[in-house]
């Protein structure tokens, strides 16, 4: 028998709960120790657009959507419509039968359920979608009691009152499907819990790995997909002695941040890539004065305003090469939810090590899906604050020449000495100079901690077995969709690895040219038009991937489309390949 | 470098035009920081760029010669990070009300305890001469060749409007009186914003020395004047003309930026946990 896999997905207006919907059953798969993975879709708007959230549940571990639904809930009729393509046979569909109207089809599960009657019945419309989940428990003929906790743990914060309410709107949902549908044969079983596991999206993921680090200070201005890092931090404000500020611009936002570093505090700033525009100053002068600095560069699709609530991988040149003149910088494209967790606590190791700015890279896609994570073990991580000083004496000068480019950071208000920070070319007291023998020197300074700094980077990490017909490149977000491309096409006999590229610069070029040496066939999937990362690899390596899967349409790839992509690969004839090869160079 | 004597004074080559107003504004507020005994790693200079921001390298204290248009949020991050430290910004009329002019409104509003010093000799004079915000309609340089078309900015006006609690108007032609004004911004516990008028000798023909000698006159000398009236305040402060008030033009209580943040009031965040935090109970919910 096929192990669980289903896909619920619930669609409804802005504002009709949608997201906490898809939360909810996310978080009943947790609790019947399965996996789960949400994604959500939304256009820019509050009210009225059409929002749609899919949970895919699984029993072994699965991080990406998948081309099908199962059940369809649809709490408005756009819903159906737009959807309802879909489905397949077997499959069934939810729906307010209040206020939609459906006409039989063929081998699908027509499932009316009068959500606004129960949902008025139980405590107000507002919680038809409530009602809507109970009922798709109830046809995946589910454990109430599980439901039943998820909901009292859900509301717990809202009161008694609140969580019967919901309570009782799910139990009436859940038990006018019970049984209901004969002809729908998918159940959802509940397995052993593992309470290592949790459910997280990658903004939460980041926050939380820049509090372990010690974060004091965030200035973030609001901007899709990295508002919910601003929310969440001035929301721990109190509890982890944090200043989170709103400023009045992205541009304000950076340089606060920079003054706040300057300070001493380990700060952050966040935003997507218009916002990133206005930053590219700021991150110049901290290249510049060498302060530490960590940015989140949330992608989402460009260039200006596009489509501001789908994914994109299309700022990777941007943040690679953003600012005017030359200096130093760290970028980080972490995967999912754990990996954003360990790259953001280690970016603010770095930022201080190093006294220079550190991006961390991800995408819409990444920042709010919710995956199901094992919790990491931080307990060996060490706080590396670099050269940092509180006591000054009459020899200190903030940019005295060091062998590895790195010098003391003495902080303002320490007594007995004064430290300068200048966004002019400076000497080592941080005075103006423009005298050459100083800028040479002041160049190679900041410059060769470049060189350090590589040694000191992980390896790109290779999923799979190295003796493989197909190596993968990717970056970012596509890390969990690809390894559950390579798990299909395990099962259909193909030996597929991936490479993951999370530390993107410095670029480990040895190490990624070492891989293409036993590389048969070589594919790289990104979500952009010209193939960014492809480009880049071949600047630094020297070979070209001529395989590549693009996609800019706003939306994550499915693994089923990699799957697709390898196999034509692989059944094209070595000649044929050669020759496509031949025309793109 | 070593901790001066509080003299504030240091050894670096001066490069303003013999009769820059700047001299003026450095003197008044070395002298300024005397008066009021502060140390100086007490003190940051925050500056922005501009012959004004040159200043950051002439004075002993901690300094962050920062970007034009943006020494306002740079002071507002330094001081979030460690409120005890005692935070100058100090720009032109360009950088401060033309790259930077949204940020003035925003820190002002915030009543954030910072004091910035403008160095308002109403033209760009690092880039040679060009009309600047500030600068009078018909003001005749590069750009404007038949003079300037647009009125000119009231940088203090733009301040009272967005609430700050302390806005003066300073002239290089008094030092003692700029150094005293200088003196009660820096104390003053809440935004404060001092426009010092400062002739440029170099590029600026009409707003000279003498052009001001004949127009000033020291509000203090108005027993009537009542700085803490905000409506008398908003009437003062657009006088401009024939008659010119300097002086402490408004000057309120409010609470500060800073009083308002909890976190705050437990210390400077600089001095708060800087451990390893436990994050368990953000990954178990």
Redesign the interface.
């Known amino acids: 028998m096929e192990s669980q896999n289903i896909v619920v997905a619930i669609g409804g207006v802005a504002g009709a709960g949608i997201m906490e919907s898809g939360h909810l059953l996310a978080k009943y798969a947790l609790a019947s120790g399965l996996f789960s993975f949400m994604a959500s879709e939304y256009p820019s708007l509050i009210r009225g657009g059409h929002n749609f959230a899919m949970v895919h549940i699984t029993e072994n571990e699965t991080n990406s959507l998948t081309q099908k639904i199962d059940i369809l809930v649809a709490l408005n009729e756009q819903t159906v419509k737009l959807h309802e393509r879909e489905l397949k046979e077997g499959s069934a569909i939810i729906y307010d039968s209040d206020i939609i109207e459906l006409e039989k089809v063929d081998g699908i599960t027509i499932q009316g359920v009068p959500l606004t009657t129960i949902a008025k019945e139980s405590g107000g419309e507002i919680i038809r979608n409530t009602v809507a989940i109970g009922a798709a428990i109830g046809l995946l003929k589910g454990n109430f009691s599980i439901l039943e906790e998820t909901l009292k743990s859900t509301f717990e914060k809202k009161g008694q009152e609140v969580i019967d309410m919901n309570v009782r709107a799910a139990l009436k949902g859940y038990r006018f499907t019970q049984g209901a549908g004969s002809s729908f044969d998918l159940s959802i079983k509940h397995k052993q819990i593992d309470s290592q596991r949790?459910l997280?999206n990658g903004n939460?993921a980041i926050?939380?790995g820049a509090?372990?680090?010690?974060l004091?200070?965030a200035?973030i201005y609001p901007m899709t997909p990295v508002t919910s890092i601003l929310d969440y931090l001035a929301a721990?404000?109190?509890n982890?002695?944090?200043?989170v500020?709103e400023?009045?611009?992205e541009?304000?936002?950076i340089?606060?941040?920079?003054?706040?570093?300057?300070?001493?505090?380990r700060?952050l700033t966040a935003t997507s890539g218009g916002g990133f525009c206005l930053m590219t100053?700021?991150l110049g002068?901290a290249g510049m004065?060498e302060i530490p600095l960590v940015v989140v560069e949330g992608m989402r699709s460009g260039p200006s305003s596009a489509m501001p609530t789908k994914t994109e991988q299309s700022d990777l040149d941007f943040v690679l090469y953003a600012g005017h003149g030359e200096f130093p910088r760290i970028v980080l494209a972490p995967g999912d939810p754990t990996e954003c967790i360990e790259a953001t606590f280690n970016a603010f190791n770095l930022a201080d090590k190093y006294q220079l700015p550190v991006i961390i890279l991800t995408d819409k896609y990444l920042a709010s899906s919710l995956y199901t994570i094992n919790?990491?073990d931080?307990s060996e991580?060490?706080?590396d604050?670099g050269k940092i000083t509180t006591s000054?004496?009459?020899?200190?000068?903030r940019y005295e020449l060091e062998e590895d480019g790195v010098s003391s950071r003495l902080?303002?208000?320490?007594?007995?000495?004064?430290?300068?920070?200048?966004?002019?070319e400076h000497d080592a007291?941080?005075?103006?100079s423009d005298d050459p023998t100083i800028r040479i020197s002041m160049m190679e300074k900041r410059m060769k901690k470049i060189n350090n700094l590589a040694k000191e980077l992980p390896e790109p990490i290779l999923y799979g077995e190295k003796d493989a017909e197909i190596t993968i490149f990717g970056w970012g977000s596509n890390k969990s969709i690809i390894l559950d491309a390579l798990k299909l096409l395990d099962k259909e006999g193909i030996k597929a690895n991936y490479l993951h590229l999370l530390y993107v610069m410095p670029f480990p070029a040895y190490e990624v040219a070492k891989i293409f040496d036993h590389t048969k066939a070589a594919l790289i999937v990104e979500n952009n038009y010209s193939g960014q990362m492809t480009r880049y690899i071949r600047s630094l390596t020297g070979r070209r991937i001529t395989n590549k899967l693009l996609k800019f349409d706003g939306r994550p790839f499915l693994p089923e489309e990699i799957v697709k992509k390898v196999k034509s690969i692989l059944n094209t004839p070595l000649k044929a390949q050669a020759d496509i090869k031949e025309k793109n160079d | 470098m070593t901790e001066p004597e509080n003299n504030f004074d240091n050894k670096n080559q001066i490069t303003w035009c013999p009769g820059c107003g700047n001299f003026s504004i450095i003197a008044a507020l070395k002298n300024a920081l005397k008066t009021l005994n502060y140390k100086p790693h007490d003190i940051v200079l925050a500056g922005d760029i501009g012959c004004s921001s040159k200043l950051t390298d002439y004075v002993e204290v901690n300094t962050f010669t920062g970007l034009h248009g943006r020494v306002i949020p740079l002071a507002q991050g330094i001081k979030l990070a460690n409120h005890k430290l005692h935070v100058i910004a100090i720009g032109g009329d360009g950088g401060l009300f033309a790259e930077g002019g949204n940020h003035i409104l925003h820190a002002a509003r915030r009543n954030i305890n910072i004091t910035v010093i403008v160095n308002d000799n109403q033209v760009y004079a690092l880039t040679k001469g060009q009309a600047s915000p500030t600068s009078e309609k018909k003001f005749i340089s590069g750009p404007t060749p038949e003079g300037t078309i647009e009125n000119p900015i009231n940088p203090l006006l733009v301040a009272l409007a967005s609430g700050a609690t302390f806005i003066a108007r300073g002239w290089a032609g008094d030092n003692t009186g700029l150094s005293e004004i200088f003196a009660q911004a820096i104390s003053h516990d809440g935004f404060s914003i001092v426009d010092v008028l400062s002739p440029c000798v170099s590029f600026n023909k009409i707003n000279t020395l003498e052009y001001y000698k004949s127009r000033v006159y020291k509000l203090v000398d108005d027993a009537t004047y009542d700085k803490s009236d905000l409506t008398q305040a908003f009437e003062k402060v657009r006088l401009w003309g024939d008659h010119i008030p300097i002086g402490v033009i408004h000057e309120a209580s409010g609470p500060t930026y800073e009083k308002q943040i909890p976190v705050l009031q437990k210390g400077t965040l600089v001095s708060q946990n800087n451990g390893l935090i436990d994050t368990e109970k953000l990954l178990d919910r």
């Open positions: 949790i997280l939460d926050c939380i509090i372990r680090s010690g004091k200070f200035a721990e404000q109190n982890f002695n944090l200043v500020k400023p009045e611009d541009i304000s936002a340089i606060m941040t920079i003054g706040a570093s300057y300070s001493g505090a700060s100053e700021g002068l004065a919790k990491p931080m991580w060490k706080i604050r000054g004496n009459e020899t200190y000068s902080l303002p208000g320490s007594p007995g000495a004064v430290t300068h920070a200048d966004s002019y007291l941080g005075r103006d």
